[in-house]
């Protein structure tokens, strides 16, 4: 009997190269040193550290130094410079959640729990101007060539301005995700713009192409805390407080899930559901339990609805409720997965990755950094 072919992986499993121990604190945010083998890590202790490896193979403090605020920005310029930036001038009268430097404009961007996303001019200090959000702010993102800032807050809005050298306007606001955003990506390329959620699903928004085209991604057990992208290879990286790392091939054409259709009665028995009392009484049947398929969009009954099916080109990596018809068209081919799924073993709040070697950094809730080594094919 010739052996089953297996079908080839997506990507590489991540190796894991190093751990960074002894921050006294949750490291909120790191990053890997531009051509060296270092890291630099805030924490929630206030402390900026520098790692850099030893000979030994282990990751040491090099740079250690406490800043007079809790939370505050960290840039990297891939200039052969390290910068780390406080802001020592007026911004927000809550804790700051997200910072942006924009080296092209000069500009500092940022978002507070006061519901304030403000701009300054980094040389000077000078508040340039501000747009209050509908909730508190963890998502930004900034265009450099149409100058349109994203913000995604709490409420699950995400909103995009467009931001000359004193003054804003709004350009649209994108509603879809049932919990708060927690996180933005911005592909320029191809423009595209990812967002994570605590509802524990990312969309990604067509912005570019497709005008108006959404199109959801599931593929974590619990919210998403951050994204990364990989333009050279279309690959998105999204971690969450499950623990796990998704890498996502995005070089596919995937499908917009269907809006939910409304019924009082299933749509492929006619059986009523429990509201609709006349229907329940002309033909003297109990009302049953609404679901709806995911694949159609269509109101039906549990009886109607027993399948369970992966959908992956319309983001859902695990299996969802189907409609028996719906399952009987899904060909195994469209059921072959579009992402990998890793264990990261922590509850990752940060994740950095560096294209040009193939590492991928997350932070955890642990007070660890992990780095790992993750080629992307």
């Not at 997200?98 to 507070?112: P, Q, R």
């Not at 319309?314 to 899904?330: A, K, N, Q, T, Y």
Request: charged letters at 25%; proline letters at 3%; glycine letters at 8%.
């Amino acid at each position: 009997m010739a052996a089953e072919i297996q079908p080839k992986a997506l990507t590489r499993k991540p190796v894991l190269l190093s751990k960074v121990e002894g921050s006294q604190d949750v490291v909120s945010m790191a990053a890997i040193v531009p051509k060296e083998d270092g890291v630099i890590s805030v924490s929630e202790d206030r402390t900026v550290r520098v790692w850099l490896k030893r000979e030994s193979g282990q990751y040491w403090p090099s740079i250690y130094h406490a800043m007079p605020c809790k939370y505050f920005g960290m840039f990297i310029l891939y200039l052969l410079c390290l910068f780390v930036f406080l802001l020592d001038f007026p911004a927000h009268q809550g804790r700051v959640m997200m910072i942006l430097f924009v080296l092209e404009m000069e500009w500092v961007l940022s978002t507070g729990q006061d519901k304030q996303f403000t701009w300054h001019c980094s040389e000077s200090g000078q508040r340039l101007g501000g747009y209050r959000t509908s909730a508190g702010a963890c998502g930004l993102q900034f265009d450099v060539e149409t100058r349109h800032v994203f913000i995604g807050d709490h409420s699950g809005q995400v909103t995009i301005l467009k931001l000359e050298q004193e003054n804003c306007s709004l350009v649209t606001t994108f509603k879809g995700h049932t919990g708060g955003v927690t996180a933005l990506c911005w592909d320029p390329v191809q423009r595209v713009l990812f967002s994570g959620s605590s509802d524990h699903s990312i969309i990604m928004w067509d912005i570019g192409g497709r005008k108006g085209t959404a199109i959801e991604l599931q593929g974590h057990n619990d919210k998403v805390q951050c994204l990364s992208y990989a333009p050279h290879t279309r690959q998105l990286i999204s971690c969450g407080a499950d623990g796990g790392i998704v890498i996502w091939n995005m070089d596919v054409e995937r499908q917009e899930t269907p809006e939910w259709l409304d019924s009082d009665s299933c749509q492929k028995c006619d059986q009523p559901f429990f509201w609709n009392f006349k229907q329940m009484w002309d033909s003297k049947k109990i009302g049953l339990r609404q679901h709806h398929c995911r694949k159609c969009g269509k109101a039906v009954c549990g009886k109607c609805s027993s399948k369970r099916s992966s959908i992956p080109l319309m983001g859902f990596e695990f299996e969802v409720r189907v409609c028996d018809s719906c399952h009987e068209s899904i060909t195994d081919e469209e059921r072959a997965p579009t992402a990998t799924f890793h264990d990261s073993k922590h509850n990752i709040v940060h994740v950095h990755f560096d294209a040009t070697r193939g590492w991928l950094l997350t932070s955890g809730t642990d007070k660890i950094i992990k780095v790992r080594l993750r080629r992307l094919l």
